[in-house]
């Protein structure tokens, strides 16, 4: 069973969106959660978590030592899974990522809060930066939300068909093709002829045309990486 452990100063906010729909129902079957206040570890007559950063500046930064704590007593040495740190300045999460880390037994995340953590903190618990794009979200909350939500869609058995996850975006790198469905005309609009001619082979070539239209208009970058691979 995935096990995904998160360590946040805001335990309320989950499960949150991960407790419906797919990720929801799959919840206690295919994984479980596990959310940890780090205020909890916090030491002292006023239990803090934060303070003032070295060198001046704004804001506060995360206490090294409580974190320590946290992740310690989360995920005591020999604990398999690899431990998250969500942050702006991580590597961006990918599909591929996503995949590498459901084929996993799970995953520790840390969120940050306040200007984020003290760099001691990633440095001697080998924490893993991983960034959800590039824009600032005030906790690393519904970053941490995000990277389970994708991770946990595909866990055996999650997904209601098995091949729903394998001819989505990102997975052979390119986006996905367009869809339709009923009503056949759609305020003047119809869906197009090949979608049903029922020829399953002409179908297959339209989507991925459709594919790679797309991928070259939108994003050059995968595009680019694509290209390669073809034919
Ligand atoms: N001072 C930090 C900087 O400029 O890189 C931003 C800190 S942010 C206000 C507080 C926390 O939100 C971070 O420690 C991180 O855990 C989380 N966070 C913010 N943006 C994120 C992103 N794009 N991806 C993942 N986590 C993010």
Known sequence: MFRASVLTLYPEMFPGPLGVSLAGRAMGGA????THLIRDFATGKHRAVDDTPAGGGP??????????????HVAPEGDPR??????????PLTQERVRALAAGPGVVILCGRFEGVDERI???????EVSIGDYVLSGGELAAMVLVDAVVRLLPGVMGHDDSGTEESFEAGLLEYPH?????VFEDRTIPDILVSGDHAKVAKWRRAEA???????R?????KYQPRKG
């Open 31 to 34: 994984w479980t959660l596990d």
């Open 59 to 72: 804001g506060m930064v995360m206490k090294p030592d409580v974190l320590a704590r946290a992740i310690d």
């Open 82 to 91: 690899p431990r998250l740190y969500m942050s702006p300045r991580g590597r």
């Open 122 to 128: 990633i440095e001697a618990r080998a924490l893993e």
């Open 180 to 184: 339709y469905t009923r009503p056949q």
């Open 212 to 218: 790679e239209r797309l991928t070259r208009e939108r």
């Open 220 to 224: 050059p970058d995968l595009w680019a």
